[in-house]
């Protein structure tokens, strides 16, 4: 097939690229910071959750939750892997009453430290630190929600979050994982925990789950 090339006096211009500061950007969905954007630092491993994939998820959340207009209130939260940030502000945002963000790389954690201040997000607590660990402190049955993503590559970290979440998760609470590829449901029932909600997007495996009837009772 020929292919027309516009005269340079005129005809269509090619679209603009996006910017690399657009590139680098993710940003808050719904709430009271709405819109808000967040920086993507160029470090290995960090992948944060795409705002299509994390706008599902919280239409997920507030249908749990019962409230109107998306709102989460008075949830308890963690994001065990915080990298941008992106989970847990987004939660606060919509009315979370905590939210605790884990995070190991000494860069990343003041770049949410600069973030809380600049929201005057007072609800939200940055701890540098393994994610796991955190979890692990957590008083058993109090959480709402536990945001779970780690790198991709790092699948050691899997099991031992899962297990501490399922611990850590209140009634009715809820575990959010993204994965590299879909986990089977005899994994997670090991875990004490079922599969509520499950989304394909891109490279990312997002799943929703809850503690198991025989763990919830």
Same mark, same amino acid.
């Given at each position: 097939?020929?292919?027309?090339?516009?005269?340079?006096?005129?005809?269509?211009?090619?679209?603009?690229?996006?910017?690399?500061?657009l590139?680098?950007?993710?940003?808050?969905?719904?709430?009271?910071?709405?819109?808000?954007?967040?920086?993507?630092?160029?470090k290995?491993?960090?992948r944060?959750t795409?705002?299509?994939?994390r706008?599902?998820?919280?239409?997920?959340?507030?249908?749990?939750?019962g409230?109107?207009?998306?709102e989460?209130?008075?949830w308890?939260?963690?994001?065990?892997?915080?990298?941008?940030?992106?989970?847990?502000?987004?939660?606060?945002?919509?009315?979370?009453?905590?939210?605790?963000?884990c995070?190991?790389?000494?860069?990343?954690?003041?770049?949410?430290? %600069?973030?809380? *201040?600049?929201?005057?997000?007072?609800?939200? @607590?940055?701890? #540098?630190?393994? =994610? !796991?660990?955190? &979890? +692990?402190?957590?008083?058993?049955?109090?959480?709402?929600?536990?945001?779970?993503d780690?790198?991709?590559e790092?699948? %050691?970290l899997? *099991?031992?979050?899962?297990?501490?979440?399922? @611990?850590?998760? #209140?009634?009715? =609470? !809820?575990?959010? &994982? +993204?994965?590299?590829?879909?986990?089977?449901?005899e994994?997670?029932?090991?875990?004490g925990l079922?599969?509520f909600r499950?989304?394909? *997007?891109?490279?990312?495996?997002?799943?929703?789950?809850?503690?198991?009837?025989?763990?919830?009772?």
């Amino acid at each position: 097939m020929n292919k027309r090339t516009p005269s340079r006096g005129g005809g269509a211009k090619p679209a603009p690229r996006p910017s690399a500061a657009l590139r680098n950007e993710v940003r808050i969905i719904g709430g009271r910071w709405k819109r808000t954007r967040l920086a993507v630092a160029d470090k290995p491993g960090l992948r944060p959750t795409p705002d299509r994939v994390r706008e599902t998820l919280f239409n997920w959340l507030a249908s749990l939750a019962g409230a109107s207009g998306g709102e989460l209130p008075g949830w308890h939260c963690i994001d065990a892997f915080a990298g941008t940030g992106a989970l847990g502000f987004e939660a606060a945002s919509r009315g979370a009453a905590s939210v605790l963000l884990c995070e190991q790389d000494a860069a990343l954690v003041a770049q949410l430290q %600069a973030l809380k *201040a600049r929201l005057k997000a007072d609800g939200v @607590r940055i701890e #540098r630190g393994n =994610g !796991v660990t955190a &979890l +692990e402190r957590v008083a058993p049955g109090s959480l709402h929600a536990v945001f779970l993503d780690p790198p991709f590559e790092n699948t %050691a970290l899997y *099991a031992p979050a899962l297990r501490a979440a399922a @611990r850590a998760l #209140r009634p009715g =609470g !809820v575990v959010y &994982l +993204e994965a590299a590829s879909r986990w089977p449901d005899e994994e997670f029932a090991t875990l004490g925990l079922g599969v509520f909600r499950y989304l394909k *997007a891109g490279a990312v495996h997002a799943h929703l789950l809850m503690l198991a009837p025989d763990t919830a009772a």
